[in-house]
């Protein structure tokens, strides 16, 4: 059931549907630039069927990192291989 916090309404993300208006289900919205926040992401919309406006907050979960360069003067032949796993000191690849 939504809740009214300081005068509006907050509704959880078992009772709305990321990118479907939480008022009216409409699938009409509106995003503007989104901003980060603490736990996450908040994105402020507009839904052009009701005419509701909010903010949607997306929590956000560290899942990796993808390297698309290293420099050849920074890159381990253990690292290379996989043999071993490198670890960053100080701002270089560092053999374990």
């Known amino acids: 059931m939504p809740k009214i916090v ?3 309404i907050e509704f ?3 009772e709305a549907i990321a990118g479907s208006c939480p008022v009216c289900q409409s699938c009409e919205i509106e995003y ?7 736990t ?9 069927s009701c005419g509701s406006v909010g903010s949607q907050y997306d929590k956000t979960v560290f899942d990796g990192y993808e390297i698309s360069y290293v420099p050849e003067s920074y890159i381990i032949p253990n690292l290379v291989s996989m043999k071993k796993i490198a670890v960053i000191e100080n701002g270089y ?4």
């Open 6 to 8: 300081n005068g509006n």
């Open 12 to 14: 959880s993300a078992d």
């Open 32 to 38: 503007g630039f989104s901003d980060i926040i603490d």
């Open 40 to 48: 996450g992401i908040v994105y402020p919309f507009t839904c052009r």
């Open 93 to 96: 690849l560092r053999d374990m």
